[in-house]
């Protein structure tokens, strides 16, 4: 084992030629991006320095008379960098340390065995330092990136038009172009999951979005159960409507309902999709159409009778008014016009005989005073039977059973 007196004449050296191991350094790893910065390599090189003498304290067993923290894993952070960032050049100046003492004659083998012991063990306590201020950095910067995109998604959604500029400069601010087309999708799980299924399903839905967008510009809110996207469209392979339709093919297309809005040409002119996205997840949600991706444009009448209330009344009144009291005959008529007009198909689905089918359609016919046989006329109550839902949907969401919208942002 080498002696104090022997451990304290390396330190002496190290700390004699710390300015020339910093020049080593600067030249092998100083980056070309850090360079084009002036302040970059002498910043790199003061650092440097100051390690190497806190490595030629570490040697004598002294205390260090200030902080070894650095704080470039804070730095790196902000910068959006990788986490190995933070740690990577110090272990570069570790290396160049170590081949420095390596490198010489006058150093004994136990003495340098012990030095490199040292000097590894103040490194491993220098990375730990830059983890933790890169983690707490971190953290906070994305808590303040998901504030910042959930009060953008929250306007969007409201409903009243946002300034062009406004959304802009929020998107910047996220590092999102905001120039491009954007999708609403959403999803909703039920029943309710736990919080720990809730995030393997979030993590699935999470994954399918990067294949789709690996910029990672999506704007996202979820709570638990319920999750609403925002997506840049403007992406090479399967859209994103693709990608979903292929993850509901396993287990999860057996508890979570997905839907889509039309496409907005900036994200400023998004908001519609999103408010479409979750009409539409709405509606699927009452028909019970889970494992696939219920799409806007295929439910729009029932999207333009949900939020038309004295449209869909008016409608139902002059309709089939008279069926709304007598339960058995609405959905004799729903599975009528479902099955194609087929008595027979209509008998088998409702498990019912055919002769009782013809019963309940004539008695439709006579209250309502439509031929059962004209496709105009069953078509007329076909969207009767649409205002009916979306009128009912919104009585289940005066209740709070299925306000997505205060689910999400309340």
Partial sequence: MPTSAALTAVASRLKAASTHIANEFVRQYVSAADSADRQAPMETFETA?????????????ERFDDDVHIGRGARVALQGKSVAEAVEWLRSLERVITDHLLADPSIGRDEVRSALAAIAELFDELCTHELESFSTT???LSSWHSRVGT???SCLVAGPPMDASTVNNHARVLNINPHQPFRAVAAC???LPSPQQWARVRRRFLEVLGRHDPRREALIRDRNGLLLALVPTNREGPGIVELLTRMLEDDLGRSLFVSSGEPGESLAASGHSCRQALSALEIGMYRGQRGQVTKCTDVILEVLLAHNRWVSRRIIDTRIGALTEKPHLLDTLRAYIACDMALQRTAEELVVHPNTVAYRLRQIATLTGRDMRRIADIGDLGVALMAYDAVEMRRDQEEGRTDLRARLFG
């Fill in 49 to 61: 320095v100051r390690i190497v003498g806190h490595c030629a304290v570490a040697l004598t067993g």
């Fill in 189 to 191: 799980h039920e029943p």
């Fill in 138 to 140: 971190y953290g906070e």
């Fill in 151 to 153: 009060d953008l998604l």
